[in-house]
């Protein structure tokens, strides 16, 4: 990783109510920092953690060969073209997510340790406890210099207070990000907001204004910036020229998708700006991801983590021809036709995650994509939905974090390996020192080259 100091810094267009950061170019860095990007080596790791609830069936999830010559199962196979990029991790455990004395609950407690690695105090009050989540950890190692130190999305909605899993607050079954082991971070569900945190600047009366003028005349951010983007293009040399316009291709996107959202809402008698996110869950998923890419491309943040949907989710999957719930269907008790419905769900999120990670891998970021610069943890704190077990659990490394990892391969560990193993690596890997976070126990071997 390249020292605080010769990190490309970044430039931004800047407009009434409006700052659209610009991804790393080679034409607007100092020569040592621009030599740095042409050999791959000036673009920060970053760290994404994806969480998908009511577990996985794992006859179709878990690759029967170990090492690199494996075979992806049904569920895994729309990471086809990506297989030299994923690491399968099998054998990892979250023990504190088990009762331990504390009765039933698996579900809560599963989302609460999935990157704390804590057992969560059994209550639905306010005195919650789990404990201080991998992602914030990493916030304070390599996001503080940056917009956002890190950035807590979803995609189904969810209170943080009541009881929502056997006596357990609804904060354990609702979120990943834990700043405190008492303070959880609320996660972002609607896509408009998030756009906007993203592209805000100024004072909060210029980016109201600067909002409601784009949608009374159906502008886009970039209209507002065109005359800061039009200097800045006359510095760029030609391969910089093709990346500001694919950049600013894909903000377009985002912004006629989030209008299309807001055009059916509009057809309802609805307000003109979308009050929440799209219906068709693919497309919120898909979206979600698409500004998770644009805050990681342009520096925003270095550490997101993404909650499919909150654990014990009903969610009914429409999209896919599924009206049952989610969390119905996995307590399937082996029937075929329960387990049919639940392999394509599973398999349904796996595309989600196949669509990310394509729009990662066409991204340059500093002489390299931006899924090479990644680690993407993608899982469940639930194996089996079923059994509600802890141990081998359905676990996926995506990415190379900057050279952290060797993916390409099927590892299976001893089975009770802690998954915070995996966790402590990868922090230590970008610069921390630690001996033990959550209920770790050593780092995970057999990650790297």
């Known amino acids: 990783m390249m020292p605080q100091s010769l990190l490309p810094r970044r430039q931004f267009l800047r407009g009434l109510g409006v700052a659209v950061a610009l991804p790393a170019m080679r034409s607007l860095q100092p020569r040592v920092v621009a030599r740095a990007m042409e050999s791959g080596a000036a673009a920060p790791t970053r760290l994404a953690f994806l969480y998908v609830p009511n577990g996985i069936h794992m006859p179709d999830w878990k690759p029967a060969r170990e090492g690199s010559d494996f075979d992806l199962p049904a569920t895994l196979q729309p990471l086809a073209p990506f297989q030299q990029d994923i690491l399968v991790l099998s054998g990892l455990t979250h023990d504190k997510a088990r009762a331990n004395g504390d009765g039933a609950g698996d579900h809560a407690r599963s989302a609460a340790t999935f990157l704390t690695g804590a057992q969560a105090v059994k209550t639905n009050g306010n005195d919650i406890r789990a404990g201080v989540s991998v992602d914030q950890i990493a916030a304070q190692l390599i996001g503080q210099s940056t917009q956002f130190p890190s950035l ?36 972002e569900t609607n896509p408009a907001v998030v756009f906007d945190r993203l592209v805000g600047s100024g004072p909060a009366v210029d980016q109201r204004q600067s909002r409601h003028r784009r949608h009374a005349l159906q502008q886009s951010v970039l209209d507002f910036v065109a005359d800061d983007a039009r200097r800045i293009e006359r510095r760029l040399g030609t391969e910089d020229r093709r990346k500001l316009q694919e950049y600013a ?14 055009e059916e809402d509009h057809a309802a008698g609805q307000m003109t700006r979308p009050d929440g996110p799209p219906q068709d869950f693919g497309a919120r998923i898909r979206l979600m991801a698409d500004l998770m890419v644009l805050a990681f491309s342009t520096d925003a943040t270095r550490v997101c983590t993404l909650m499919i949907a909150n654990e014990g989710s009903n969610h009914a999957y429409r999209e896919i021809d599924i009206t049952e719930g989610h969390h119905a269907i996995s307590h399937h008790q082996n029937r075929p036709e329960q387990l049919e419905k639940i392999a394509k769900i599973n398999r349904f999120h796996v595309e989600q995650l196949a ?34 077990n802890h141990d081998d659990l359905p676990v996926l490394v995506a990415g190379r974090g900057g050279g952290l990892l060797s993916p390409g391969r099927h590892v299976a560990y001893p089975r009770e390996t802690p998954l915070m193993n995996l966790f402590l690596s990868t922090l230590n890997g970008l610069g921390a020192s630690l001996d033990r976070v959550g209920d770790s126990t050593g780092p995970l071997p057999d990650l790297g080259a």
């Open 152 to 187: 807590e999305l979803g995609c189904e909605p969810g209170k943080l207070a009541g009881s929502c899993d056997s006596g357990y607050s609804c904060a354990y079954s609702n979120t990943l990000a834990w700043k405190s082991p008492t303070q959880p971070i609320p996660k």
């Open 249 to 262: 291709e894909g903000i377009r996107d985002v912004e006629r998708r989030l209008n299309g959202f807001a």
């Open 355 to 388: 669509y990310l990670l394509g729009r990662m891998s066409t991204i340059d970021d500093g002489g390299r994509s931006l899924l090479d610069n990644t680690a993407l943890a993608y899982g469940s704190g639930i194996g089996d939905g079923n059994r509600h």
